[in-house]
């Protein structure tokens, strides 16, 4: 009787255990108030614009002011974010020059200190969103592992380098996110309708994952597809759309769209052309680590063995229909597929259209949608999601590097749901935050990005071991896990050779004449990583339902 008792208050005590993540927001704060003295990049001065045209100009001015090329190209609501943080600029700041609308900014230190501040306050959102989905967790052992997956993303060093060294406000947009996804798993459908539209209007990267969230809304809260043998067929059909529960979620998203849309109704033309830049080119500064990165790879790679290896001509141009006297021109060759943005020209592989991109991506993303709508699950939405901002950055337009979050993010909230989707997250996570160090390429910083982010792989790692779901399935992911493994330590000795290149450049200046060779090698090994944690994930989206039930 007595051992009974005791197992019922270990018990009780587990059930009531909380998990907070309140220490480890103090500890991020220390380490973004030590970085707010160092590199930043354009960005910093992208938003600082953004603050002086909406704190100076009326509405109707905001979306045509060019006196800056960084110009007002994000939705409605994160203009008026910007708005609102202006009117918090405190009059040193502003006699820095942060509220001026210069070509190009001039502003010193308080500048600096304020905007910072503004984006470390701004994550709170994301902090907030991920204490949320921790306290709905229904159990000891789903708190667990969640706090897990929550505190991977509090401490994400994708966050950290984008937001608090490069600078962005992306950590308030997942906080959007994943408010989104929470209220999805408590069934909370208009919640997560307002939520995603709300995002949309803050930054309109995320209409990449608005395919599943429409999916699931539509068949989870709108679709009744039951069959009733007894009633007639008008009948079910008339019983197939739930109205009044459409009208509510459609309501919903009109009212969030039209606050956000209707003051600019006679800028309109010139928001959604700024919103959607189509001039620009394939691929972005450098090569983000997706399918058009390993294609410019390739096509640099025929050049050199069409110049090279004469042997190889015949069937190259048999191969691949292309314009050889072209090649003779080096000047030509060192700005093509670059990635610089702009027109990409490809010499020897086919040119790609973003009609090809909107194809390629479109489809993709409609193969994860029929299970889902299927089975209209959490999980199986949660997979969608993944799966469709996997499809947007492999096969995009003009796609960021910093766009793997869209898929980083909604895989780590499952990943502990069963030990076989762990190949193919560590392989993602590796790839796409070792896909960042370009971004900060300065040699005060190399030191911490790539310490910080080892360390955060290393106790990741081992806490997903330690807190994943066994399956109760035979488990055949053990080669793939071994492959894996053997891919990321080789990793280790590439990000070791780039590093060590980037160090001694400042004292050897031939090395600078290798500087896209780092971008290359970046973008094409990490390309390769990032492919194959798709495939894995795929495989198990579309084939081993275990996962999912």
């Known amino acids: 009787m007595a051992k009974n008792s005791f197992k019922s208050i270990v018990g009780h005590g587990k059930a009531t255990k909380r998990y907070t993540l309140f220490n480890i927001w103090v500890v991020t704060l220390a380490l973004k108030l030590l970085l707010m003295v160092g590199y930043h990049s354009t960005d910093f001065d992208v938003h600082r614009n953004w603050l002086a045209v909406t704190h100076n100009l009326p509405l109707s001015q905001w979306y045509t002011e060019n006196t800056s090329q960084w110009t007002l190209d994000y939705p409605p ?7 609102v943080l202006s009117q918090f600029v405190p009059s040193r700041v502003e006699k820095d020059g942060c509220l001026d609308i210069v070509e190009v900014g001039q502003y010193g230190l308080p500048t600096v200190y304020f905007q910072r501040i503004t984006v470390i306050v701004s994550e709170l959102v994301l902090f907030a969103a991920l204490q949320w989905i921790i306290d709905t967790s229904s159990n000891y052992e789903l708190r667990r592992r969640m706090y897990v997956a929550t505190a991977s993303l509090a401490l994400s060093p994708g966050l950290l ?5 490069h600078f962005q406000y992306n950590g308030m947009m997942y906080g959007f996110l994943l408010l989104c996804f929470n209220s999805a798993r408590l069934n909370r459908y208009l919640l997560c309708g307002f939520w995603f539209a709300l995002l949309l209007c803050f930054k309109h990267i995320y209409l990449y994952l608005a395919p599943a969230v429409f999916v699931f809304l539509l068949r989870s809260y709108c679709l009744n597809l039951h069959w009733d043998k007894k009633m007639n067929v008008f009948s079910n059909l008339c019983k197939l759309v739930k109205w009044r529960n459409l009208l509510k979620l459609g309501s919903v998203v009109v009212l969030v769209f ?55 001509r015949y069937f190259l141009e048999r191969t691949f229909r292309f314009d050889a006297a072209a090649l003779g021109n080096d000047a030509l060759l060192q700005t093509s597929t670059r990635g610089l943005i702009g027109d990409i020209e490809f010499f020897i592989l086919p040119e790609i259209t973003p009609r090809l991109t909107f194809l390629l991506t479109l489809f993709y993303q409609i193969m994860a949608l029929i299970p889902l ?38 895989m780590t909230l499952i990943v502990a749901r069963d030990r076989r989707l762990l190949p193919a997250y560590n392989l993602l996570v590796a790839c796409g935050y070792g896909s960042l160090f370009p971004l900060i390429f300065t040699s005060n910083e190399w030191l911490l990005k790539v310490v910080y982010t080892f360390l955060w792989y290393i106790i990741f790692y081992f806490n997903f071991r330690k807190v994943v779901r066994v399956s109760k399935t035979v488990d055949r ?27 001694l450049k400042g004292k050897f200046p031939i090395l600078k004449q290798f500087e896209f060779l780092n971008l290359m090698i970046y973008s094409v090994y990490c390309g390769i990583g990032v492919v194959g944690s798709w495939n894995i994930f795929s495989w198990l989206y579309f084939v081993d339902e275990t996962i999912w039930e």
Not at 283 to 298: G, K, Q, R
């Open 77 to 83: 609501f994160f203009a008026f974010f910007e708005w």
């Open 161 to 165: 380098l984008i937001d608090h060294i």
């Open 258 to 312: 039209g606050i956000a849309f209707v003051p600019f109704y006679k800028a309109l033309p010139q928001l959604l052309s700024r919103l959607f830049p189509f001039s620009r080119g394939l691929t972005h500064a450098y090569w983000a680590p997706n399918m058009w990165a390993l294609y410019s790879f390739f096509d640099r790679f025929f050049i050199q063995v069409y110049k090279r290896v004469p042997m190889t």
């Open 373 to 410: 709508f299927i089975q209209p699950s959490y999980r199986k939405f949660i997979g969608a999601t993944t799966l469709c901002g996997y499809a947007s950055f492999l096969f995009g337009w003009h796609v960021h590097e910093k766009a793997i979050l869209l898929v980083i993010f909604p």
């Open 477 to 503: 992911s053990g080669n793939v896990d071994r492959l894996v493994n053997a891919y990321l330590l080789l990793f280790i000795l590439i990000v070791t050779f780039t590093t060590t290149v980037d160090i």
